[in-house]
């Protein structure tokens, strides 16, 4: 098979979370233009694309993953005019733009979903979504025990406007973010449409939203009572997660993609343990890249990180297909707080970008981790907005702490995030001025920095990105690996200083590291270096 350089074997993507990027109006949402407006930072930054999380018309339920209209721009974030500006900017700059695709489900306040309401059970209307009568004499228990990844039940049972009970749908997600049904072949066009729309527009790829979950297992089958219906916890067993029937959807999706010019990508988000049952997503006439969750949540470890990127490469490599690296995202607690948080915390995940870096494959880096911004823990209550803390009986309180927005520069709230006096939809922390782009813009080993200079250098040498890599021998607790002859990365995951074998010069380093002398080098405990022999 041909392995020309499609631009994402290697790219380094950076997600943006719309909302909470840059708020150009004053309104408290981050907004298209305000990310037009930044786009210079981001080229500064070295990154090759962006990923835009959905700015389509939504109520917000489920911050935008509840989608009304999937050919249009919510009026907070702007307009249609709004986005293909943004496009036009960033491709000037040599950014690449990737949105994202929510296929799963749409939102209640979806026309279809509206429709569906108000048509008769049997109907066609309804047929594009999954409603089913209820079991017991009157229907009033749903039609199984699946329940909802926000929390409750996975079933919303809907009522004629006199209040007579009548069919359930099912939600996966919150009570407000309707499944379709994917074995109608409405919907699969009606996608069809979808993607063709924003490819004629120019977007460089899409982002699949819950890609392991549309096909449900016909049956409807009822769950193991104590099943894990956490999506992070993704599992192969579940009736509505990996069922084989997904692939056909996304060779059909690969064969339109492929009709457009230019090497337009797709991305699955797919929470499924097992790496080999993710290649599979990454089959050559499927999809082009999945996160690698795997390595995500895998614990601050030597042993555990050096399994995953075996287990990762080799079952990437079997398909074809280059393996990605991700250690944050708008779903999971930043990880400079998942790394045990203060210092500490942040030294390991400057560690963990520049090991992340030196990795074969592309990176997916969230807005704020080149900040060092650790995950906000206390938010006040009346402030949250993830579904998941109402629908889990206010006992868990969500992802809103890794989407605060981005603070800019200097200064009391918004630190730039929006105009002076403007009220972001979530406070900032008192101090977040600190840690903004402008205090460490310039600033000699601040993460900002540390960051671009790693990002440059994996742009400039050839031995980084998309190729083979090679492990070394190094002492416990301690990743060294090699990916060109006299490129190296090492690792000190322990917190006792560790000597290496290694020469030359030290390209980047995420802490204070001498030497290399007498062909060794001490290493720092939590900290990372790249050499060049
Ligand atoms: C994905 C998104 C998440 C959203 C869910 C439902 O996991 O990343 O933010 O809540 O899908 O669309
Ligand atoms: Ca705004």
């Known amino acids: 098979m041909e392995l020309q ?12 979370y719309v909302r909470s990027f840059a708020d150009s109006n004053g309104d408290g949402e ?20 962006i990923w835009l999380t959905p700015f389509y018309v939504s109520p917000l339920a489920d911050g935008g993953y509840d989608v009304a209209d999937y050919r249009d721009v919510d009026p907070r974030f702007g307009t249609l ?34 429709e569906a309401v108000a048509a008769e059970p049997g109907s066609p209307e309804r047929a594009r979504y999954l409603f089913r009568d209820g079991l017991g004499p009157d229907g009033e228990q749903p039609p199984n025990n699946w329940k909802s990844i926000f929390g409750g039940p996975a079933w919303t049972r809907l009522k004629r406007p006199d209040g007579t009970p009548e069919q359930w749908y099912l939600h996966l997600f919150d009570a407000e973010q309707p499944d ?31 890609a392991h979950g549309m096909v449900k297992d016909p049956a409807l089958p009822d769950i193991a009572e104590n099943a894990k ?29 492929a009709e457009y010019p230019g090497d337009r990508a797709m991305v699955a988000e797919a929470w499924v343990e097992d790496a080999d049952r993710i290649a599979r997503y990454l089959r050559p006439d499927e999809l ?32 074809g297909a280059p393996s990605t690296w991700v250690l944050s995202n708008h779903d999971v607690t930043r990880h400079v707080t998942r790394f045990g948080g203060g210092e500490q915390g942040l030294r390991r995940a400057r560690a963990a970008t520049l090991l992340m870096l030196a990795l074969p494959g592309s990176v997916y880096l969230y807005q704020g981790e080149e900040l060092g911004l650790p995950e906000v823990t206390d938010l006040p ?15 868990e309180r969500g992802r809103d702490g890794c989407r605060v927005p981005l603070p800019w520069t200097e200064g009391p709230s918004p630190c730039g995030f929006g105009p002076e006096g403007s009220e972001p939809w979530l406070p900032l922390p008192e101090g977040w001025g600190g840690l903004s782009r402008a205090s460490q813009r310039g600033v000699e080993g601040s993460t900002l920095e540390l960051y671009r200079h790693a990002l440059r250098l994996r742009r400039e040498l050839e031995a980084l990105g998309d190729g083979p890599m090679t492990w070394l021998d190094a002492p416990e607790n301690v990743l060294y690996f090699e990916r060109e002859p006299g490129v190296r990365c090492a690792v000190n995951l322990g917190e006792e200083p560790a000597e290496i074998a290694a020469d030359g010069e030290v390209l980047a380093a995420s802490g204070t590291v001498e030497g290399p002398s007498g062909g060794s080098l ?10 060049r022999a």
Do not use: C, K, M
């Open 5 to 16: 350089a499609h631009w994402w074997r290697d790219a380094a993507i950076y997600q943006i």
């Open 381 to 395: 209550e009346d402030a949250l907005q993830d579904p998941t803390w109402e629908r889990s009986g206010r006992t």
């Open 229 to 257: 219906a956490d999506l992070l916890d993704g599992s192969t067993t579940l009736p509505y997660f990996d069922q084989d029937g997904v692939h056909e959807i996304y060779r059909r999706w690969a064969a339109i993609v």
């Open 30 to 49: 981050g907004d298209l233009a305000g990310i037009r407006e930044r786009l210079p930072h981001l080229s500064e930054l070295g990154v090759d694309a």
């Open 522 to 531: 001490t290493l720092p405990g939590d900290t990372a270096v790249w050499i």
């Open 180 to 210: 379709f049904d994917w074995t109608n072949p409405e919907v699969h066009d009606e996608f069809d449409d979808v993607l063709r729309f924003w490819l004629e527009r120019g977007v460089d790829g899409f982002r699949i939203d819950v």
């Open 81 to 114: 005019e709004d986005f293909d500006a943004l496009l036009a900017a960033a491709h000037d700059l040599d950014l690449r733009v990737i949105i994202d695709i929510v296929p799963n489900h749409s939102s209640s306040a979806h026309r279809w979903f509206r």
């Open 288 to 319: 082009h890249q999945a996160f690698n969750f795997e390595y995500l949540t895998a614990p601050w470890e030597a042993g555990r990180l050096r399994e995953v990127v075996d287990r990762s490469l080799a079952a990437n490599g079997a398909v």
